[in-house]
């Protein structure tokens, strides 16, 4: 149902610490506009347009689709609604990704331009892998996992069909061994199919388990 | 207060108290860039279009929410300003769809005047959509194309500050803002007036006016008020709609005389274009105007536009005007005001014309009719009666000019076997006799041939005689071109309908008719080049009604012959020898023609807007400036009409028909008239159209001199 927008009780500035570890920077910032975006005014065409635009450009940049000239294109609007913004919920988000955007240089360029992110977080640049030295053929990742993108048996060492994975991380907390783990575009050596466990060394060796390419 | 003295790009203007820079800047023919802010609303600095650079403070500021202040030293054009007002339009468009040229504002759209103005396209941002634009959107008068709205929050203010009403907002679902009502419930329910100031001001296409809704082939300001475009005067209409819902019928009846002077009878006879016009007709029904204007001619007893108005000096100049009917006594009254010397010269003892002859008395009481003409003789209008002017020719060698008015005073007949006997009359002459008291042999029973109002007229007027009356005509049911109402009244007082019959003739003798034989017909249509009727007939289907007089209502001619001294087409009309066509000039310089004798037997208020023109016209021949419109009543728009719910539903309210064996035993108005409660429920259904001329139009970039 709709609301009518209450201009009082709107949040005001704040100042922001150094993100913590394991937080994606990009992904902090999108959260502060999606935030912004539900208790903002709405009104001019910074908070609606300018924040609108704003979490259009961060979630391409998140998700794969960002573009050579997005982190430009992103300053002069996180700028404008900075220096021309109505209402604080507009000005906090602005500034805050304005800050995350001069502090975490890196990372933004990191995502935008290759595609990574160091804190795998983003789903589009990680993967979910089972490290085939730790697994023991436990099946509670396969019981675990909802798109059944997890094969192997008891005995096997699992394996995770990238294509099908959601990168939902269901599985990543169930296994006893913490043998399901995220990763960026480098992987180590995974077998094809599932193999018995214990087998991974011998059959590498054996040039049975090819080294990944790289996806791209 | 003193006006303030500022400078903006380095040229000094002055400013009211009060004023924004951005208004005081625009005033003085500078232009800023602006789409939130429009001449009538309070200003909201929502579209940051308007920003400026105030020379002694940092960063830039919304014009139209900076006080022009004395010494205040102003710039509106630096690159920096150029490039904010690019990235708030682009913006705008990232959300705005790009099928201008497919949008009905296409070219009369302020946001693609904007783009124009500054330069941008459409193409570095990311498209976004919204999922809240389909909200709310199916309505009959007001089109919410929302994916257009560029929020400038026009529309809520016009909504809220200038109309009152209110029900307009910025509402919130999930992470986006939108404009509409409170709950999204429509309109109409949230209380709407339906006055149409949201879609005056909206800057984009995103509020239309229903296709269909105004006449695309008028000038714009006189489309949006329907009624008063349709009407062939151009009443006034919403104007004395407000004074009959405030109860001042004297000024709603000096309102009508603005442009009529017989707005009574036409409360009783006008076939209300205007109502055909009429806006809320797309909600439920259209206002009941012509009923309210007999209401209020009915109360008007103080008469307030009496010596209202222009009265022009006395010119000297003698006008001849032939036939006093609605037509010639309004180009009489109209004259005479403009001070020419007029004579009416009548052929009846009795002014009015058809008015006062030729519509039965239920339909038009002829006190109510003399009392009108009798105004219009009071004003100075000479009427001479029993005059029958045989010659237009030999009037202008006595006058300075003369106008034609003599209407369609001859009945035709239909050639029939026995259409010369003794009792088969013409509607013409057998209304005429009725009004006139004159008896007629008419019989127990009588056939009237026709299908028009003329024909159910008769029937009517036959049945209140104690004569039993049958309607002959070759349409049938829903073709036949009388109205409804007037068919069912008639048919409910005991007239006998054969619709969809052919004449073959008239049984009887020359002293006495005894019958009419007809048969069915199953199609008919008129031969294109002869004009002859061509029908098929439906095998054995001929009978004899039995009547003892035949009424012919079957069409009027004007009964103007060559010795009339005018050139006449082939049927009796006079013509423009320069046109070749019926017009108000004829092929005698200082000649007119007003009325029925240019367009053929039509209503009362096409007469009346033919006098007016007539009149106009023969001032101007005479060496005056044809001005005739004037203002009898000092206007007072109150636009703030306030939130009323439940208002689209508000229904129309019906005159009591009078029970048809009760109206049948006199010549009273067949209707009773509305009581107080209902003229003003019902004058309260307006939807004041008219509010929104007073709304100016904002001006694009184009239009100022420094830009």
């Known amino acids: ?216 | 207060m003193n006006r303030a003295t500022l400078t903006v790009d380095g040229r000094t203007i002055s400013a009211n108290p009060g004023q924004s820079v951005l208004n005081a800047a625009l005033d003085a023919g500078i232009y800023i860039p602006h789409l939130c802010s429009h001449p009538d609303l309070p200003p909201q600095a929502n579209c940051k279009l308007c920003v400026v650079e105030v020379a002694g403070q940092d960063g830039v500021v919304c014009s139209c929410e900076l006080p022009a202040t004395d010494g205040l030293q102003v710039v509106t054009q630096s690159s920096a300003l150029l490039q904010r007002r690019k990235v708030a339009l682009e913006l705008m468009l990232a959300g705005h769809p790009k099928d201008c040229v497919s949008c009905k504002r296409y070219m009369n759209c302020e946001l693609q005047a904007m783009i124009q103005y500054l330069g941008t396209v459409h193409s570095r941002m990311r498209v976004t959509t919204r999922k809240t634009d389909d909200l709310n959107v199916d309505n009959p008068i007001v089109v919410r194309e929302m994916e257009r709205c560029i929020q400038c929050g026009r529309c809520v203010r016009a909504c809220d500050d200038l109309r009152g009403v209110g029900i307009l907002g910025f509402n919130r679902r999930g992470d986006e803002v939108y404009v509409g009502t409170a709950g999204d419930v429509p309109l109409g329910e949230a209380g709407c007036r339906f006055c149409s100031a949201c879609v005056a001001v909206c800057p984009t296409g995103a509020l239309q006016d229903q296709f269909g809704i105004f006449r695309d082939d008028l000038p714009w300001e006189e489309a949006i008020v329907p009624c008063s475009a349709e009407c062939p005067a151009h009443a006034d209409i919403p104007a004395y709609l407000r004074l009959i819902q405030q109860g001042r019928h004297s000024e709603a009846i000096a309102v009508i005389r603005e442009k009529v002077p017989f707005p009574h009878v036409l409360g009783y006879v006008c076939n209300h274009r205007c109502e055909s016009g009429c806006k809320r007709t797309a909600l439920n029904s259209p206002v009941s105007i012509r009923n309210l204007k007999r209401y209020a001619a009915e109360r008007d007893t103080e008469h307030v536009w009496r010596g209202k108005g222009f009265h022009k000096e006395r010119s000297g100049k003698r006008v001849a005007v032939v036939g006093g009917g609605p037509a010639g006594l309004t180009a009489a009254f109209y004259l005479n005001k403009l001070g020419h010397d007029v004579t009416v010269y009548e052929k009846q003892n009795v002014a009015g014309g058809y008015m006062a002859l030729g519509i039965p008395e239920f339909r038009a009481p002829t006190a109510v009719v003399q009392a009108e003409v009798g105004y219009i003789v009071e004003s100075g209008v000479r009427v001479r009666y029993g005059q029958n002017v045989e010659s237009a020719a030999a009037l202008k060698a006595e006058h300075e000019a003369v106008l034609v008015a003599v209407g369609t005073p001859v009945g035709k007949k239909l050639r029939l076997p026995g259409a010369d006997f003794r009792q088969v009359y013409t509607a013409v002459d057998f209304l005429r006799a009725s009004r006139l008291g004159q008896t007629l042999d008419l019989g127990q029973t009588c056939c009237v041939i026709g299908g028009g109002n003329v024909a159910f007229d008769v029937a009517g007027t036959l049945l209140r005689m104690g004569v039993r009356a049958t309607v002959v005509c070759l349409e049938k049911g829903e073709a036949m071109l009388a109205d409804r109402e007037e068919i069912e009244s008639a048919c409910s007082e005991g007239a006998v309908l054969f619709d969809g019959h052919s004449n073959e003739g008239i049984e009887g003798t020359p002293e006495q008719v005894t019958g009419l034989r007809v048969h069915e017909v199953s199609e008919f249509h008129f031969d294109r080049a002869t004009g002859a009727l061509v029908e098929t007939a439906v095998p054995d289907s001929t009978r004899v009604i039995a009547c003892d007089s035949i009424v012919f209502a079957a069409g009027q001619a004007t009964g103007l012959t060559e010795g009339f001294g005018l050139e006449l087409n082939r049927f009796g009309y006079p013509v423009d020898p320069q046109s070749g066509k019926s017009g108000h000039r004829t092929s005698l310089d200082g000649v007119f023609c007003a009325g029925d004798v240019i367009t053929g037997t039509s209503f009362v208020i096409n007469a009346i807007e033919s006098g007016r023109q007539a009149a106009s016209l023969i001032d101007r021949y005479l060496g005056g400036d044809g001005q005739i419109d004037e203002v009898l009543v000092e206007r007072e728009r109150q636009p703030k009409i306030g939130k009323v719910d439940g208002f689209h539903l508000q229904a129309r309210q019906e005159l009591s028909l009078r029970p048809a064996a009760e109206r049948v035993c006199d010549f009273q108005p067949i209707n009773v008239n509305f009581n107080a409660d209902q003229s003003v429920c019902e004058a309260s259904r307006c939807l004041q159209c008219d509010l929104r001329k007073d709304i100016r139009k904002s001006r694009i970039w184009s239009e100022y001199a420094v830009k």
Not at chain 1, 89 to 101: D, E, K, M, P, W
Not at chain 1, 178 to 200: E, H, N, T, W
Not at chain 1, 204 to 212: E, F, L, N, S
Request: one cysteine or more; hydrophobic letters at 40%; aromatic letters at 4%.
């Open chain 1, 1 to 216: 149902m709709s609301t009518k927008i209450d201009l009082q009780n709107l949040p005001v500035t704040e100042e922001f610490a150094p993100l913590a570890e394991g937080v994606c920077p990009v992904e902090w910032a999108l959260e502060r506009v999606a935030e912004a975006r539900l208790i903002s005014c709405g009104r001019s065409v910074t908070c609606r347009d300018g924040l609108t635009q704003v979490q259009a450009i961060i979630t391409d940049i998140t998700t794969g689709a960002g573009q050579p000239g997005d982190l430009a294109m992103l300053r002069d609007v996180v700028g404008y609604i900075a220096a021309m913004g109505d209402c604080q919920a507009s000005l906090t988000a602005a500034r805050g990704v304005l800050f995350s955007l001069d502090r975490y240089a890196a990372e933004w360029d990191a995502h935008c331009n290759r595609k990574r992110c160091a804190a795998l977080v983003c789903k589009a640049y990680i993967s979910v892998i089972c490290l085939p030295e730790r697994c023991q053929g436990d099946t509670a990742c396969l019981k675990a996992c909802p798109a059944g993108a997890i094969s192997g048996g008891p005995g096997l060492i699992a394996v995770v069909d990238e294509a099908r994975c959601t990168r939902c991380g269901d599985c990543l907390t169930v296994c006893p061994h913490g043998a399901i783990a995220r990763s960026g575009p480098m992987k180590p050596k995974l077998p094809d199919a599932p193999i018995p466990v214990g087998s991974f060394a011998t059959a590498a060796a054996a040039g049975v388990v090819r080294r990944r390419r790289r996806a791209e």
